[in-house]
């Protein structure tokens, strides 16, 4: 088995600062960690999962580029889950969508500037349906009402355990995407969907997947672009390597 990955943090270049630290604060439940130059980072304990780069002059992100679909932020459990969907119709956040995947339990929502972010909790391992290194997925209604009342406990900001699962891109050519993915990074592709794939290391359902939903045919992205810069990977075996996808995004191996 090839050692443990997980990805670390985002990296992504914002044209509001103030306004993009309030919302990962308030709303997703991070606390900021450090502060320098350009950008700050927030995380969980001693984690950081984001780094925010200021830059007021940026591009403003465009949906049919390539670049972020979400980064997904995984909580440790179902009452996390819970908890964290009372916390967000209580301060007013409007969701986009709200999945049972059959391997995790999903809620989607934007920030102020475009990035899709995705809160989830996975279902235990052995409840995944496998055939051998495909992990079947699939996209049904979620029960909001019965996982608002899992638990009735406060939502006290984002629980220590909390980690980036994974993020999902949006890509100009889903195959090119993965010779990449499968490739340079080493991931098993996981599962697939019409201009779509998934991806994981070491078993998991997926770290990183890839669609063309909005983005088929998309060039590399302007760098000046608003969005997502760099996925921090922890690979300790490769530490130190710098790759980037065809379109852009840097991979920044630690």
């Known amino acids: 088995?090839?050692?443990?990955?997980?990805?670390?943090?985002v990296v992504l270049r914002v044209r509001d600062l103030p306004a993009m630290t309030?919302?990962?604060?308030?709303?997703?439940?991070?606390?900021?960690?450090?502060?320098?130059?350009?950008?700050?980072?927030?995380?969980?304990?001693?984690?950081?999962?984001?780094?925010?780069?200021?830059?007021?002059d940026a591009i403003p992100a465009d949906p049919a580029q390539a670049g972020l679909y979400h980064t997904a932020f995984l909580l440790p459990s179902r009452a996390d889950l819970s908890r964290w969907l009372r916390h967000a119709a209580d301060i007013g956040l409007r969701l986009s969508g709200a999945s049972d995947h059959g391997v995790s339990e999903a809620l989607?929502?934007?920030?102020?500037?475009?990035?899709?972010?995705?809160?989830?909790?996975?279902?235990?391992?052995?409840?995944w349906q496998r055939t051998g290194d495909r992990v079947q997925m699939t996209t049904r209604r979620l029960d909001l009402f019965a996982l608002s009342q899992h638990t009735t406990d406060s939502w006290q900001g984002a629980p220590l355990g909390t980690g980036i699962g994974h993020v999902h891109l949006q890509v100009g050519d889903v195959d090119l995407a993965g010779r990449f993915m499968t490739g340079d990074l080493g991931l098993t592709r996981s599962f697939d969907a019409p201009d779509a794939a998934w991806f994981g290391w070491n078993g998991y359902h997926?770290?990183?997947?890839?669609?063309?939903?909005?983005?088929?045919g998309a060039?590399?992205?302007?760098p000046r672009m608003a969005g997502l810069v760099q996925v921090v990977v922890a690979?300790?075996?490769?530490?130190?390597?710098?790759?980037?996808?065809?379109?852009?995004?840097?991979?920044?191996?630690?």
Request: avoid cysteine; proline fraction near 7%; charge should be negative.
């Open 219 to 222: 060039g590399p992205r302007d």
């Open 108 to 127: 989607y929502l934007t920030d102020p500037e475009g990035n899709g972010i995705e809160i989830y909790r996975d279902r235990p391992e052995s409840d």
């Open 235 to 254: 690979a300790p075996d490769r530490a130190g390597e710098v790759l980037t996808d065809p379109w852009g995004t840097r991979f920044r191996l630690i």
């Open 22 to 56: 309030a919302f990962y604060e308030n709303a997703i439940g991070l606390r900021v960690m450090g502060r320098g130059g350009d950008g700050l980072q927030l995380g969980v304990g001693g984690n950081v999962l984001v780094t925010l780069l200021s830059d007021p």
């Open 1 to 9: 088995m090839s050692p443990k990955r997980i990805i670390e943090q």
């Open 206 to 216: 997926h770290h990183l997947a890839v669609n063309a939903w909005n983005s088929g």
